[in-house]
């Protein structure tokens, strides 16, 4: 059993439309990373939240942590062919030990 | 900087033989992890170093040693490869931090036991 659910396992869009990717657990996190990750490559890191009822903006990625500090959200507005990847988020309860969840992939289409 | 690098990129090995998976990384990181990646289930954690000298278990590490003689590098050893050991293994490093472990991971091994 996972401590971090990710929602929904796959997603498939067309290019333009605006996709969100839920990440929830029962468990209280000190922050939630989320990371891309695309075919044959290691993860990378997008964004970390740390306070709860925090929103980040990156470019058309938009982040939030809810303010319990249980869930997480990933909103892409207006995806592209180069948002396709596997998304994955990753949550830390103040030791080294990150918890990841099972990834959603994300493939959009021109 | 190189970050962080695994070496071989891809490997199948025999039920019951053994061998390491080197990583390195250039970054003067303190933390540094192994990790599993299987369809469906995300990164599960192996092992762990946070600083030379120092290694402790994760989530999963049954069939697999670690050891960090110096704060570079950080290699998993399997002691007799399993075919339940088939998976892609990640390496990765991170600064210290109280509150987020960011994780700088390396482009990973492909293992195949047969």
């Known amino acids: 059993t996972q401590l971090l659910e990710q929602s929904p396992q796959f997603l498939s869009i067309q290019e333009g439309e605006n996709l969100t990717v839920y990440c929830n657990s029962s468990?209280?996190?000190?922050?939630l990373q989320w990371y891309r990750q695309e075919p044959g490559e290691g993860p990378v890191l997008l964004v970390t939240v740390v306070t709860g009822g925090e929103v980040k903006k990156l470019k058309r990625l938009t982040f939030q942590f809810g303010d319990a500090r249980k869930d997480s959200s990933l909103h892409i507005t207006a995806a592209q062919p180069g948002d396709t990847g596997l998304y994955l988020c990753a949550g830390a309860m103040g030791d080294y030990k990150l918890s990841f969840g099972a990834g959603t992939t994300v493939t959009v289409r021109a | 900087n190189a970050g962080v690098t695994q070496t071989p990129k891809f490997q199948v090995l025999k039920t019951g033989q053994s061998m390491t998976l080197q990583c390195a990384q250039d970054?003067?990181?303190?933390?540094m992890s192994w990790y599993r990646q299987d369809p469906g289930m995300g990164l599960r954690l192996i092992h762990y170093s946070v600083g030379a000298g120092i290694t402790d278990q994760g989530e999963v590490p049954n069939g697999y040693n670690v050891s960090r003689s110096t704060t570079e590098d950080f290699p998993l050893r399997l002691l007799s490869a399993a075919p339940s050991q088939t998976s892609v293994y990640f390496c990765?490093?991170?600064?210290?931090?109280?509150?987020?472990?960011?994780?700088?991971f390396g482009p990973g091994t492909r293992l195949t036991v047969t």
């Open positions: 990765a490093s991170s600064y210290s931090s109280r509150v987020a472990y960011e994780q700088y």
């Open positions: 970054m003067n990181h303190e933390y």
């Open positions: 468990s209280v996190f000190s922050s």
